[in-house]
């Protein structure tokens, strides 16, 4: 069974940082490609950062690029959102997914291309 559990959550205040982790087991996505998507309160869920998990490239959305990176670890199976100068406009549940697609650069933001989703962490950002 294929989980992903994602971790790192809490609060921060503007201009702080975070990292989120997301574990993966009961296969791998060597092939395939991970993204972070979040949803705060009243929103749809939204694009973040994703990567194809091989080689190195990735994807932001305009609101957190220059903030926010996305990284894996291959040997531990897991993909990190390393998150700089928060904003409260940051806040929301984040969620992992990941897919076995070989997703091509303009895809990587299509969050119904993602089969397997994590339980989700809240990050909030307050003064």
């Known amino acids: 069974q294929v989980q992903l559990v994602e971790s790192g959550g809490g609060s921060v205040q503007p201009g702080g940082s975070l990292r989120l982790s997301c574990a993966a087991s009961?296969?791998?996505?060597?092939?395939?490609?991970v993204g972070w998507f979040r949803q705060a309160p009243g929103k749809d869920r939204e694009f973040v950062a994703a990567a194809r998990w091989s080689g190195s490239t990735s994807r932001y959305s305009d609101s957190v690029r220059g903030r926010f990176s996305i990284s894996r670890d291959n040997a531990k199976n897991t993909v990190y959102l390393q998150m700089n100068s928060l904003i409260a406009e940051d806040s929301a549940v984040y969620y992992c997914a990941a897919t076995v697609r070989g997703l091509i650069f303009s895809s990587l933001s299509t969050s119904t291309l993602y089969e397997y989703w994590g339980q989700g962490t809240r990050v909030t950002v307050s003064s």
């Open positions: 009961g296969r791998t996505f060597r092939n395939g490609a």
